[in-house]
T-cell receptor, first 111, second 117 residues
Framework: QKEVEQDPGPLSVPEGAIVSLNCTYSNSAFQYFMWYRQYSRKGPELLMYTYSSGNKEDGRFTAQVDKSSKYISLFIRDSQPSDSATYLCAMNSGGYQKVTFGTGTKLQVIP | DVKVTQSSRYLVKRTGEKVFLECVQDMDHENMFWYRQDPGLGLRLIYFSYDVKMKEKGDIPEGYSVSREKKERFSLILESASTNQTSMYLC????????????????FGPGTRLTVL
């Protein structure tokens, strides 16, 4: 079983839709949770970063962590064609520990 | 802006060739990483370095080596390229927080797509 599971998609939604992207994980030591966005032919870039459980909002993006269920989510409101990218969840337990990435979910927002 | 550059966007090599992938970052980050990215497998850590001349194996170091002679430069070496090393290679860097904790924000280069024939 992989430490981090993520549905690869692809996920196609119409412009303006609310998008929900999710990851599950098995390592209860994970405390830091990240979402990276990767456009085609580019490297990933950090989108959202949260520590422990709870919600964090940044504009149209909301990151949610439920440590009791080992489940994290990224919500995108009013999705735009420019949101079309692959979204990777990532997490670690802090300190010197390496970051473990999900396989990524490919999102396409159709105008 | 943090900038991580990789020497080539696309590279085609023959089986058995020695391959060098170069990565340079301009933000004085202590930590540098090499990943490979494959469909269905995601990002897998090959090697990382916490400081000049220091290196640590990641999850899949077999068939690879690294060199970090200067703080800004981290090289990945394929001693004898094989077809199963055909992949997208991504370099990343991050800094220390308070000198004790590595920042979880990694800054990535654009990647090198390597094809081994």
């Amino acid at each position: 079983q992989k430490e981090v599971e993520q549905d690869p998609g692809p996920l196609s939604v119409p412009e303006g839709a609310i998008v929900s992207l999710n990851c599950t994980y098995s390592n209860s030591a994970f405390q830091y949770f990240m979402w990276y966005r990767q456009y085609s032919r580019k490297g990933p870039e950090l989108l959202m970063y949260t520590y422990s459980s709870g919600n964090k909002e940044d504009g149209r993006f909301t990151a949610q962590v439920d440590k009791s269920s080992k489940y994290i989510s990224l919500f995108i409101r009013d999705s735009q064609p420019s949101d079309s990218a692959t979204y990777l969840c990532a997490m670690n337990s802090g300190g010197y520990q390496k970051v473990t990435f999900g396989t990524g979910t490919k999102l396409q927002v159709i105008p | 802006d943090v900038k991580v550059t990789q020497s080539s966007r696309y590279l085609v090599k023959r089986t058995g060739e020695k391959v060098f992938l170069e990565c340079v970052q301009d933000m004085d980050h202590e930590n540098m990483f090499w990943y490979r990215q494959d469909p269905g497998l995601g990002l897998r850590l090959i090697y990382f370095s916490y400081d000049v001349k220091m290196k640590e194996k990641g999850d899949i170091p077999e068939g690879y080596s690294v060199s970090r002679e200067k703080k800004e430069r981290f090289s990945l070496i394929l001693e004898s390229a094989s077809t199963n090393q055909t992949s997208m290679y991504l370099c990343a860097s991050s800094l220390y927080l308070d000198g004790l904790t590595i920042s979880n924000e990694q800054f990535f280069g654009p990647g090198t797509r390597l094809t081994v024939l």
